[in-house]
């Protein structure tokens, strides 16, 4: 029992001093660069200094990286002879032997110009790639992603590659390689670099590739190999078709986002006009109050829940939806009431009202708009097709506007104040032979327009800043929806707000901005001349 102790004891000893041995190699081989690599540094050769910039990059140690950053902070300075020297203070560092020790006589600062600077920015953004933060080397990769790349830096970049194991991050290390790839000597190099692309390269690629097809001053082809050239016409066609169906989804996903903000919008506005026949042009400024009312409850908490600041969207939904509610019945109760009816005086009342309110809120909170912050959660995207990014946001205001939809339906297919909405609408008389309270009907449906109008509010302040003219920009907007879908049909609004905001997503990059509006009033009105009730018309006996 006591020699097989012995003998496990010494086993153990054996793998500790092993241990100790292999620890001790690393740490020296870690601890000293080649002086060969450094010398150029101090030399006046600028090739050989960017040459050996990316050298001591591919070394991928914390020594290249001090000796790099040493560089870029003009803290690294040559010996009389030859040697280099990273200076803090009263120590010098020598990173060829890894000993630290007082400053020497006779040092000099090496220069670097600004060439030499960007390598090595380049060379220092590279070693992150071989960092073990994941998030650290997406960043780095998508840095160099977005930067000319120094040729110097391919080792090290085909280094990380073959360490890379994400697959977030492998696949941008594949295109960095093979755009690097594309200026090779080796003409198979180059052809395997141009069929990479097929899959990866983006739109920033298409004048390399096209370069490539060029002709020179004399008629013969940039690019000498006829198989690259095949190759990088192939690349040219399929990057486009992926550029095209790019375009088309971003299109369609970002009709569809202003389609909900414009239902969002105008949803209150089909109710308020749609079924009681006002004519609001404050309806934009109840959006303004919904979307301000999100920035107080949105203040309240960075100072008194500060901690739960992420979620202060569930409280600013139902205080903006009350705030815009009881502003609308005051609304109701003290103008409007007077003016059913009267669609001129009403058009005239309500916009006086709006300009009355603007003043109001400039008032209180000032000219300048204020910012209303995403959560956290609502912060980014999700990224499709390689380079189409679909924020969380307007992924958030698209759920939002369809669960605002299917509430409003509820509220007026399935509840009492529904029906009594229906049948005031249909024959507000005979209603109110048959006991509906049809004035009590009148202010809580122009309070639930102008309710869903706040809720509108808070959507649109997480899309941009808020502002007092924040409501003008869309009363032209939501008046079209309303007009195009059918006076008071709920599933005519939804169609025509998401038709609306498809039209105008796809008609913007042909003909601009102003030009798509004004095509889409155009068509709105020849459409209403040919079709005045809309794209579906309101059923029943008699509306007043």
Same mark, same amino acid.
């Given at each position: 029992?006591?020699?097989?102790?012995?003998?496990?004891?010494?086993?153990?000893?054996?793998?500790?001093?092993?241990?100790?041995?292999?620890?001790?190699?690393?740490?020296?081989?870690?601890?000293?660069?080649?002086?060969?690599?450094?010398?150029?540094?101090?030399?006046?050769?600028?090739? +050989? #200094?960017?040459? &050996? !910039?990316?050298?001591? /990059?591919?070394?991928?140690?914390?020594?290249? *990286?001090? %000796? @790099? =950053? $040493?560089?870029?902070?003009?803290?690294?300075?040559?010996?009389?002879?030859?040697?280099?020297?990273?200076?803090?203070?009263?120590?010098?560092?020598?990173?060829?032997?890894?000993?630290?020790?007082?400053?020497?006589?006779?040092?000099?600062?090496?220069?670097?110009?600004?060439?030499?600077?960007?390598?090595?920015?380049?060379?220092?953004?590279?070693?992150?790639?071989?960092?073990?933060?994941?998030?650290?080397?997406?960043?780095?990769?998508?840095?160099?992603?977005?930067?000319?790349?120094?040729?110097?830096?391919?080792?090290?970049?085909?280094?990380?590659?073959?360490?890379?194991?994400?697959?977030?991050?492998?696949?941008?290390?594949?295109?960095?390689?093979?755009?690097?790839?594309?200026?090779?000597?080796?003409?198979? +190099? #180059?052809?395997? &670099? !141009?069929?990479?692309? /097929?899959?990866?390269?983006?739109?920033?690629? *298409?004048? %390399? @590739? =096209? $370069?490539?097809?060029?002709?020179?001053?004399?008629?013969?082809?940039?690019?000498?190999?006829?198989?690259?050239?095949?190759?990088?016409?192939?690349?040219?066609?399929?990057?486009?078709?992926?550029?095209?169906?790019?375009?088309?989804?971003?299109?369609?996903?970002?009709?569809?986002?202003?389609?909900?903000?414009?239902?969002?919008?105008?949803?209150?506005?089909?109710?308020?006009?749609?079924?009681?026949?006002?004519?609001?042009?404050?309806?934009?400024?109840?959006?303004?109050?919904?979307?301000?009312?999100?920035?107080?409850?949105?203040?309240?908490?960075?100072?008194?829940?500060?901690?739960?600041?992420?979620?202060?969207?569930?409280?600013?939904?139902?205080?903006?939806?009350?705030?815009?509610?009881?502003?609308?019945? +005051?609304?109701?109760?003290? !103008?409007?009431?007077?003016?059913?009816?009267?669609?001129?005086?009403?058009?005239?009342?309500?916009?006086?009202?709006?300009?009355?309110?603007?003043?109001?809120?400039?008032?209180?909170?000032?000219?300048?708009?204020?910012?209303?912050?995403?959560?956290?959660?609502?912060?980014?995207?999700?990224?499709?097709?390689?380079?189409?990014?679909?924020?969380?946001?307007?992924?958030?205001?698209?759920?939002?506007?369809?669960?605002?939809?299917?509430?409003?339906?509820?509220?007026?297919?399935?509840?009492?104040?529904?029906?009594?909405?229906?049948?005031?609408?249909?024959?507000?008389?005979?209603?109110?032979?048959?006991?509906?309270?049809?004035?009590?009907?009148?202010?809580?449906?122009?309070?639930?327009?102008?309710?869903?109008?706040?809720?509108?509010?808070?959507?649109?302040?997480?899309?941009?800043?808020?502002?007092?003219?924040?409501?003008?920009?869309?009363? !032209?907007?939501?008046?079209?929806?309303?007009?195009?879908?059918?006076?008071?049909?709920?599933?005519?609004?939804?169609?025509?707000?998401?038709?609306?905001?498809?039209?105008?997503?796809?008609?913007?990059?042909?003909?601009?901005?102003?030009?798509?509006?004004?095509?889409i009033l155009v068509f709105i009105i020849i459409f209403i001349q040919r079709r005045p009730q809309g794209l579906f018309a309101m059923k029943g006996r008699s509306v007043e």
């Amino acid at each position: 029992m006591h020699n097989m102790a012995t003998t496990t004891h010494r086993s153990a000893l054996r793998r500790t001093l092993c241990a100790v041995a292999l620890s001790l190699q690393a740490l020296a081989a870690h601890a000293a660069i080649d002086p060969a690599l450094l010398a150029p540094l101090a030399g006046d050769d600028p090739e +050989a #200094r960017i040459e &050996a !910039v990316g050298k001591i /990059a591919v070394l991928a140690n914390e020594d290249a *990286r001090k %000796v @790099l =950053q $040493a560089l870029k902070d003009d803290t690294l300075y040559a010996t009389p002879d030859g040697g280099i020297l990273v200076i803090d203070g009263e120590r010098a560092w020598n990173p060829a032997t890894g000993a630290s020790a007082a400053v020497p006589d006779g040092v000099d600062g090496v220069m670097v110009n600004n060439r030499l600077r960007g390598a090595v920015d380049g060379a220092l953004s590279g070693l992150a790639l071989l960092s073990p933060d994941r998030e650290l080397r997406l960043a780095a990769a998508r840095q160099l992603q977005s930067a000319v790349i120094d040729p110097a830096q391919a080792p090290l970049i085909r280094k990380a590659l073959e360490a890379e194991k994400d697959p977030a991050i492998k696949p941008v290390l594949q295109l960095l390689v093979s755009t690097i790839d594309l200026h090779s000597p080796d003409a198979a +190099a #180059r052809k395997a &670099a !141009v069929a990479g692309l /097929a899959e990866t390269g983006g739109a920033t690629l *298409r004048p %390399v @590739l =096209q $370069a490539m097809l060029a002709k020179g001053a004399d008629g013969a082809h940039v690019e000498a190999d006829p198989a690259v050239r095949a190759a990088a016409a192939d690349t040219l066609r399929r990057i486009d078709s992926r550029i095209a169906r790019t375009e088309i989804v971003g299109n369609l996903f970002y009709g569809v986002s202003l389609g909900s903000v414009l239902l969002l919008a105008a949803l209150g506005l089909a109710i308020t006009f749609g079924l009681m026949g006002i004519i609001n042009m404050a309806h934009g400024e109840l959006l303004m109050i919904g979307a301000y009312t999100t920035y107080l409850v949105q203040s309240l908490f960075r100072q008194y829940l500060p901690g739960a600041l992420d979620w202060y969207l569930a409280a600013a939904l139902p205080a903006a939806f009350l705030v815009a509610f009881a502003v609308g019945v +005051a609304l109701e109760r003290t !103008v409007i009431r007077w003016l059913y009816g009267r669609p001129l005086e009403t058009l005239l009342a309500t916009w006086g009202i709006s300009l009355m309110l603007m003043q109001l809120v400039r008032t209180v909170f000032g000219a300048q708009n204020v910012e209303v912050a995403n959560p956290g959660w609502m912060s980014g995207g999700v990224t499709v097709l390689g380079s189409l990014v679909l924020s969380y946001n307007r992924i958030a205001i698209i759920a939002f506007a369809i669960v605002v939809v299917f509430a409003v339906w509820l509220i007026l297919n399935k509840t009492r104040l529904g029906l009594f909405v229906r049948a005031v609408m249909q024959n507000r008389r005979m209603a109110d032979c048959v006991g509906v309270p049809t004035g009590r009907i009148d202010m809580m449906t122009f309070g639930l327009g102008s309710g869903i109008a706040g809720l509108g509010g808070v959507a649109l302040s997480q899309l941009g800043n808020v502002g007092p003219d924040l409501g003008q920009a869309y009363i !032209v907007d939501s008046f079209m929806v309303v007009v195009l879908g059918g006076v008071g049909q709920l599933a005519g609004t939804v169609i025509a707000a998401f038709g609306l905001g498809e039209v105008n997503k796809f008609l913007e990059p042909w003909a601009g901005a102003v030009m798509a509006k004004i095509f889409i009033l155009v068509f709105i009105i020849i459409f209403i001349q040919r079709r005045p009730q809309g794209l579906f018309a309101m059923k029943g006996r008699s509306v007043e």
